[in-house]
């Protein structure tokens, strides 16, 4: 076998099976393998951002590595804000960076970059192929980096992917953890009581993880709070409704008043997004002491100072149906009525979801997938992951307009693919966190500098975009259409997308 075929069988064989790709010249003879590899699925996508997005959302449902397939340097370059967004996800991610032929390089091509300068920005696991024969072995590797949490970057040059003597390896076993110590448990056990927080992340955002901590908190006092991006949170009724971090500064500072003692578990200490002038970049208290805890110490930590108390969970309940002009406070009441079981949310809704939380706490169980490092374009893309890792499920979309503009491809490969995803389009016509941003950095703006914030001259047609693009479409200005277009959208095959007037912000 060549080296394609041999990295490929080398990914399904250590259980990666889907890859998004948007390949070019130097990837062909991997294009050509996915033919004697049929148990590797290949998702095209027209863009790189959503390749790396799309392998985000598919990694954050299956709980393990998907694949991407990108073009040089250039390709690679095009979709690093997604992969910015898994890095700080800690999702398992398997880039395959096609690059020249190695003779080639040195002929400074038009394509020729420094792709190691690139992988390198992922703070991941990287590799160059240098001869077909060790093909499977640095692609086995490779996955069982991305398994530890991390963005593993392997560079196939063309020479390398088409050269004979290709081998597959097998599956590279990962270290286990270690096991936290008892006396560690013991030391947090012992600041365990009111004033004290414990601020969940990573897999503490999940049911056996939110059930410990409520477990505890009913026993000791404590607080409970979740990382304001989590990378996935189960929530709904019968699980308990952890409140999030506040994205803006000034709301963490309140959210943390007195607090004594923070238990980080699987999440950072709380920082403002950005810098404000005059403002605190560290949001932990001033005199709080911090100690961290692995997120799979918390049931055990449970066990030994809440043994037989039950958790708190959210009673199963609905809001009332609203009703007339759509607002950005009535919206996600029409989400939580009628969010169906299983549900996972894509959320991108940015400055219009900041009530969303509270208006599905007692829906039906379902998971929600954040923007977790910040870097807006990500919504449409998970929703293609996720929907690919979870099939039998449905996908909501909920999408910004401006940033579904980063990426607004994806809505091909939805209808490509025929996945079951409704998207709805929270249309305000601007950038309203920057408006929001322009007001809380302290510069003033004049009507220039609202104008480069505006995105309502000339109107953005989602539907006509959608339509384009192979996805059923509709438009709703108030609560009676989008509840009748949602319903409908969720209880049919494929994807469709709501495009929904709300006002602005600010």
């Keep these: 076998m060549n080296g394609a075929q041999a990295l490929i069988r080398t990914l399904v064989d250590s259980g990666v099976d889907v890859c998004f790709a948007n390949p070019g010249t130097s990837e062909m003879h991997f294009v050509a393998a996915l033919d004697d590899v049929p148990e590797m699925r290949g998702v095209l996508a027209l863009a790189e951002g959503v390749v790396t997005g799309a392998a985000d959302g598919y990694a954050r449902m299956a709980d393990k590595p998907a694949a991407t397939l990108l073009h040089l340097g250039p390709g690679l370059a095009n979709g690093l804000a997604n992969l910015h967004n898994a890095r700080r996800a800690h999702t398992p991610v398997v880039n395959v960076i096609g690059d020249h032929a190695l003779p080639h390089k040195a002929l400074d091509a038009p394509l020729e970059s420094d792709i190691d300068a690139l992988t390198g920005w992922t703070g991941g696991w990287s590799r160059s192929c240098l001869s077909s024969d060790q093909v499977g072995v640095d692609a086995a590797a490779a996955v069982a980096a991305a398994r530890s949490g991390r963005i593993a970057n392997l560079v196939l040059p063309a020479d390398v992917s088409w050269g004979d003597g290709g081998v597959a390896a097998g599956p590279v076993p990962v270290s286990p953890r270690v096991s936290v110590a ?243 389009i929270l249309n305000n016509r601007a950038y309203a966190i920057l408006r929001l941003e322009l007001t809380r950095v302290g510069a003033s703006g004049g009507d220039r500098a609202r104008a480069l914030l505006d995105l309502g001259s000339p109107e953005i047609d989602f539907v006509r975009i959608a339509e384009g693009m192979g996805v059923s479409a509709s438009r709703a200005g108030t609560v009676e259409e989008l509840a009748e277009q949602f319903e409908r959208a969720v209880g049919e095959e494929g994807p469709h997308l709501i495009d929904a007037a709300v006002p602005a912000f600010m």
């Excluded at 989590?230 to 008043?257: D, F, H, I, K």
């Excluded at 009525?337 to 996972?344: F, K, T």
Aim: glycine residues 10%; negative net charge; charged residues 15%.
């Design 182 to 424: 008892e006396e560690r448990l013991v030391e947090v056990a012992g600041i365990l009581r009111p004033g004290t927080v414990l601020l969940l992340g990573g897999a503490a955002t999940r049911s056996r993880g939110l059930l410990a901590a409520s477990r505890i908190a009913a026993a000791t006092g404590v607080r409970l709070f979740v990382e304001t991006f989590p990378a996935r949170l189960e929530r709904g009724a019968g699980l308990p409704n952890v409140e999030r971090l506040g994205y803006l500064a000034e709301q963490v500072e309140w959210q943390l008043t007195g607090v004594e003692n923070l238990v980080l578990v699987g999440a950072r200490p709380p920082v403002s997004f950005f810098a404000y002038p005059g403002k605190a970049s560290e949001l932990t208290p001033a005199g709080c002491s911090t100690v961290s805890l692995p997120e799979d110490a918390l049931e055990r930590l449970a066990d030994m100072v809440a043994a037989g108390v039950s958790p708190v969970v959210a009673p199963a309940e609905r809001p009332e149906m609203p009703s007339g002009e759509l607002t950005v406070q009535n919206w996600v009441s029409v989400v939580g009525a009628l969010l169906p079981e299983g549900a996972i949310i894509s959320d991108e809704a940015n400055t219009s979801g900041v009530l969303l939380p509270a208006a599905t706490a007692g829906a039906p169980r379902h998971d929600v997938l954040t923007l977790t490092g910040g870097a807006i374009g990500q919504g449409l893309p998970v929703a293609v992951g996720a929907a690919l890792a979870c099939p039998s499920r449905p996908v909501i979309c909920l999408q910004s307009d401006g940033s579904a503009m980063y990426t607004i491809s994806a809505l091909w490969t939805m209808a490509r693919e025929n996945l079951n995803v409704t998207t709805v």
